[in-house]
């Protein structure tokens, strides 16, 4: 199946982000100032938004969160859902929104993922799959999955640190195209990241996901609402 031609991205807002959480700001206050930019810059109103996609944040998580923070930030979608994947989150919402406006349950979806750098209330218990069957054999933190996968692409295609550091690289290259880039001006080579402190063997620190405070918001319309929207879908 191919989403090609069936929904567009409209319109778009971002935050530049902070290595500390500011004080007196909450994530649901950052995706009101999103929500409203993005909907700001795609030339609609609220009342246009019928879909809802968005990541829970860390440092505020909560339950239902979709139809929660649809109510803070005043929308009323006719579709929802949240989208746990990690950092691929934001990127995984897009093709779901494009997904959902092709199957006829919405047509101008917006994706949300707004945090920050501060952990939430860990008083509260949950159920955690991580501490029962993952950090008893030593599995701890975000990160050590992704080196276990890494570890296996190595055993099983012959990936050199080179080539996995070469990825690094590459999306810091990207970034510096975006002026709210987290690191400014600062390109990485190979023998940067492969030179940086080790983590969790193989990946190094400049592998690592780097903690920071901030937030993006994308709108996603079908092709009808695309052709009224004021910038080139």
């Known amino acids: 199946m191919s989403l090609k031609g069936k ?11 902070w290595k500390e959480a500011p004080p007196n700001v909450t994530p649901l206050g950052l995706m009101g100032r999103l929500t409203a930019e993005a ?16 990541g829970m944040p860390v440092a505020d998580p909560g339950f239902i969160y ?3 923070a649809a109510e803070v930030l005043g929308i009323n979608p006719r579709m ?13 919402m897009i093709w779901r929104a494009a ?3 092709d199957a006829g349950m919405c047509s101008a979806v917006l994706c949300l993922v707004a945090d920050l750098n501060r952990l939430g209330d860990q008083k509260v218990p949950v159920v955690s799959v991580q ?6 054999y030593g599995n701890i933190g975000a990160n050590c999955g992704y080196a276990m996968i890494a570890n296996r692409h190595m055993y099983e295609y012959g990936t050199t640190p080179e080539q996995m550091a070469k990825v690094a690289v590459d999306q810091r290259k990207n970034a510096l195209k975006n002026p709210l880039a987290a690191f ?9 990241v492969l030179g940086s402190r080790m983590i969790v063997d193989p990946l190094h620190l400049f592998e690592i996901v780097s903690p920071c405070s901030g937030g993006s918001a994308v709108i996603v319309a079908s092709p009808e609402v695309a052709r009224r929207a004021k910038n080139p879908p």
Do not use: H, Q
């Open 7 to 17: 929904a567009a991205a409209i319109g778009i807002a971002e935050l530049k982000p």
């Open 131 to 136: 501490r029962e069957f993952e950090a008893p």
């Open 80 to 92: 929802l859902n949240v989208v746990d994947i990690g950092g691929a989150s934001p990127a995984g």
């Open 184 to 192: 400014g001006d600062k390109p990485l080579t190979i023998a940067d």
């Open 66 to 68: 979709p139809a929660s």
């Open 39 to 54: 909907i700001a810059d795609a030339g609609l109103e609220k009342k246009d938004i019928d879909g809802f996609l968005v």
């Open 99 to 101: 997904a959902a406006i």
